[in-house]
């Protein structure tokens, strides 16, 4: 049983055709007959349309999270860096500010979002190993689907918040 729950909820990401009328289940009952830890996958938001389910062929597990701080945090430090930018610190700044929404966009499944603000923060901070780590982690988990991950400056901006 759990090996049937892997397979659909392997197919249902590689394939991004879950939504709340076809949820997968461990069990095959609908979603609100379950707890949360019997459940192998119940996506996050819906759409009518699958289309708009996975922009850009986002990860059907994506949800929108909040990140309107972290982008003014984004914005107010490049507006300083573009001031100084031969500034160590600014430029730290700078790359601590994208790694802060990266990291909060691959909390949310936004992995191809996310793997923009990785690659702008190290293109600032090519040293920091923990973001190098987790962007190797994304495009890991990209290259096991056999799918490509966005390339460099095609990344998508994070999912509104509807």
């Known amino acids: 049983m759990k090996k049937l729950a892997l397979i659909s909820f392997l197919a249902a990401v590689a394939f ?3 939504d709340e009328k076809t949820a997968i289940t461990a069990n095959n ?3 609100e007959a379950n707890t949360s830890k019997d459940l192998a996958m119940i996506p996050s938001h819906s759409t009518e349309k699958p289309a708009e389910k996975a922009p850009m062929g986002g990860s059907p597990m994506q949800k929108p999270v909040d990140v309107a701080e972290m982008t003014a945090a984004i914005e107010k430090a490049n ?3 573009n001031k100084d930018p031969k500034s160590d610190d600014l430029k730290k700044e700078l790359a ?4 802060e929404r990266a990291s909060a966009l691959t909390s949310a499944a936004q992995y191809r979002a996310a793997l923009g603000d990785f690659r702008k923060g190290l293109k600032l901070d090519p040293g920091n190993e923990e973001a190098k780590k987790m962007h190797d982690e994304i495009v890991r988990i990209f290259t096991s689907m056999n799918r490509e991950p966005p390339k460099e400056g095609e990344e998508p901006p994070p999912m509104p918040i509807s």
């Open 96 to 99: 601590k500010a994208y790694f």
């Open 79 to 81: 507006a300083a860096f």
């Open 16 to 18: 991004g055709c879950a």
């Open 29 to 31: 009952q609908a979603p």
